[in-house]
């Protein structure tokens, strides 16, 4: 499995945005749907938005919906995630992984290192 690497995490102002990276070293992931999916501290990891990568269908967790947005560089194998008006509450650790969903539940598998986004007050 090629193990995916995430940038594009730091310290923003609550209202500012960042743009997280995904990417296997230019290579397909192999997976039908890539996901971001985050960590804050002393909680468990939960699912963030997902897209299946052939046709670019996107999901999201309600608490992000209108925020952020989920998409992919088909021909460059990069998976992104736009946030915008983040809230002290999206801090955390996010991961990219390939996703799969059953009954509505997202989880991932074949974890990135993550990448640490902090949103001050």
């Known amino acids: 499995q090629v193990q995916p690497v995430e940038s594009g995490g730091g310290l923003v102002q609550a209202g500012g945005s960042l743009r997280l990276s995904c990417a296997a070293s230019?290579?397909?992931?192999?997976?039908?749907?890539m996901g971001w999916f985050r960590q804050a501290p002393e909680k468990e990891r939960e699912f963030v938005a997902a897209?299946?990568?052939?046709?670019?269908?996107?999901d999201y967790e309600d608490s992000v919906k209108g925020r952020f947005t989920i998409s992919r560089d088909y021909a460059k194998n990069i998976l992104y995630l736009q946030m915008n008006s983040l809230k002290p509450e999206d801090t955390a650790v996010y991961y990219c992984?390939?996703?799969?969903?059953?009954?509505?539940?997202?989880?991932?598998?074949?974890w990135g290192q993550g990448t640490l986004v902090t949103v001050s007050s």
């Open positions: 897209l299946w990568w052939s046709d670019g269908a996107s």
């Open positions: 230019g290579r397909p992931f192999g997976s039908n749907a």
């Open positions: 992984a390939q996703a799969s969903v059953y009954r509505g539940t997202w989880t991932g598998d074949n």
